[in-house]
């Protein structure tokens, strides 16, 4: 699976971003989806995530109500849309996949095997 991400900048506080990921391969919709991010000197961490079973996406507390995580089966891609961002936002923002995660494993990036190049998001004050 070769995922590409897209759609980071730079952008005030409070303002919006639509990050894409496009994912090769006929064995898409079978793929738990994720973002994460990693800002300088931090870990990578979980902020959303769909899995292929479930239409309901996972979220980090720290994006809840400000973003939302989105599929389209028929492109091979998932959306991040973010929204209110604030400048903790800043990081570069990964799209991972891959297959028969479980919901306590989706929150992992150890569990993926597949990761796309990362895009860069920066978030102004």
């Known amino acids: 699976v070769q995922l590409q991400a897209s759609g980071g900048g730079l952008v005030q506080a409070g303002g919006s971003l639509r990050l894409s990921c496009a994912a090769s391969?006929?064995?898409?919709?079978?793929?738990?989806i994720s973002w994460f991010r990693q800002a300088p000197g931090k870990e990578r961490e979980f902020v959303a995530g769909?899995?292929?079973?479930?239409?309901?996406?996972a979220y980090s507390e720290s994006v809840k109500g400000r973003f939302t995580a989105s599929r389209d089966n028929a492109k091979n891609s998932v959306y991040l849309q973010m929204s209110s961002l604030k400048p903790e936002d800043t990081a570069v923002y990964y799209c991972?996949?891959?297959?028969?995660?479980?919901?306590?494993?989706?929150?992992?990036?150890?569990?993926?095997?597949?990761w796309g190049q990362g895009t860069q998001v920066t978030v102004s004050s």
């Open positions: 991972a996949a891959d297959f028969g995660l479980i919901l306590s494993s989706m929150r992992d990036h150890s569990k993926y095997d597949n």
């Open positions: 391969g006929r064995t898409f919709s079978r793929l738990t």
């Open positions: 769909v899995r292929p079973s479930s239409s309901i996406p």
